[in-house]
C-alpha cells in the first residue's frame, strides 16, 4: 500500500531556528505539493513541483522559506529563522500529472510549533 | 486566483440525518475534487466531477457537480460516526493545482 510518508511527525523549536521538514512522494509520482494547514487560514498550498523542477511557490514567504527536491525520492521544505506565526501542520501530497487533474494523495503531516 | 466559497462552515447533525455542503464559485470550473479529512488525520481524496451535471455516487454520499460548472455539492444520507470530519472542494487552477475551499466541518451525536 503505497504512502507518502513525511518525517518529523512533530517538531517543536524556538524562535529562529532552522526547521527542515521532509517528504518522501509515492514511486513513480511526478508531482510533489506543500501545504500549510492552520485554523484561521485552512489549507493553502506553498509550493509545488513536476519532475523536481519548481512550478510554483507564490504561496510561500520567500524570505525564510525554501522548497526542494534533490532527487525523485525527496522532497525538503525549510523554515530559516523560525516564527511563532509558522506554526501549523505542514502536509506533503504526490500526485501523477495525467490528462486531468489527478488525485493528491497526502502524507500524515509535520506538526510545527515554533515557541 | 480562483477561490471557492464552503457553506456551511459547520454542521451538527444527530446520526441518521441527512447532511449537504455546498461549494461555490463565481467562476467556470473545469473540474473540482473532494476529500475528507478525519480529526487529527489529512485529507484523502473522495472523488473527482469533471463534466457538467455530473451525479456520481459513492454508498451513502453523492457528489453533483452543477450545470454552469460553478458550485457542487456533497450529500451524506443517513449520517454515521465514521462521517465525521472535514470535507474540503478542490476546484483545479491550472494543470494540477488546487485551491481548497475552506470546509465543512461535520459533527454527529450519536
Known amino acids: 500500500d503505497a504512502r507518502v510518508t513525511q518525517t518529523p511527525r512533530h517538531k517543536v523549536t524556538e524562535m529562529g531556528q532552522e526547521v527542515t521538514m521532509r517528504c518522501q512522494p509515492i514511486?513513480?509520482?511526478?508531482?510533489v505539493f506543500w501545504y500549510r494547514q492552520t485554523m484561521m487560514q485552512g489549507l493553502e498550498l506553498l509550493a509545488y513541483?513536476?519532475?523536481?523542477?519548481?512550478?510554483?511557490d507564490s504561496g510561500m514567504p520567500k524570505d525564510r522559506f525554501s522548497a526542494e527536491m534533490p532527487d525523485a525520492t525527496l522532497a525538503t521544505l525549510k523554515i530559516q529563522p523560525s516564527e511563532p506565526r509558522d506554526s501549523a501542520v505542514y502536509f506533503c501530497?504526490?500526485?501523477?500529472?495525467?490528462?486531468?487533474?489527478?488525485?493528491?494523495?497526502f502524507g500524515p503531516g509535520t506538526r510545527l510549533t515554533v515557541l | 486566483g480562483q477561490q471557492v466559497m464552503q457553506i456551511p462552515q459547520y454542521q451538527h447533525v444527530q446520526e441518521g440525518e441527512d447532511f449537504t455542503t455546498y461549494c461555490n464559485s463565481s467562476?467556470?470550473?473545469?473540474?473540482i475534487q473532494w476529500y475528507k479529512q478525519r480529526p487529527g488525520g489529512h485529507p484523502v481524496f473522495l472523488i473527482q466531477?469533471?463534466?457538467?451535471?455530473e451525479v456520481k455516487k459513492q454508498k451513502r454520499l453523492t457528489f453533483q457537480f452543477g450545470e454552469a460548472k460553478k458550485n457542487s455539492s456533497l450529500h451524506i444520507t443517513a449520517t454515521q460516526t465514521t462521517d465525521v470530519g472535514t470535507y474540503f472542494c478542490?476546484?483545479?487552477?491550472?494543470?494540477?493545482?488546487?485551491?481548497f475551499g475552506q470546509g465543512t466541518r461535520l459533527t454527529i451525536n450519536p
Open positions: 478542490a476546484p483545479t487552477q491550472g494543470a494540477q493545482k488546487l485551491v
Open positions: 466531477l469533471v463534466k457538467s451535471g
Open positions: 513541483f513536476r519532475n523536481r523542477a519548481p512550478l510554483d
Open positions: 467562476t467556470t470550473l473545469s473540474n
Open positions: 514511486l513513480g509520482h511526478n508531482t
Open positions: 501530497a504526490s500526485g501523477r500529472t495525467g490528462a486531468s487533474t489527478d488525485t493528491q494523495y
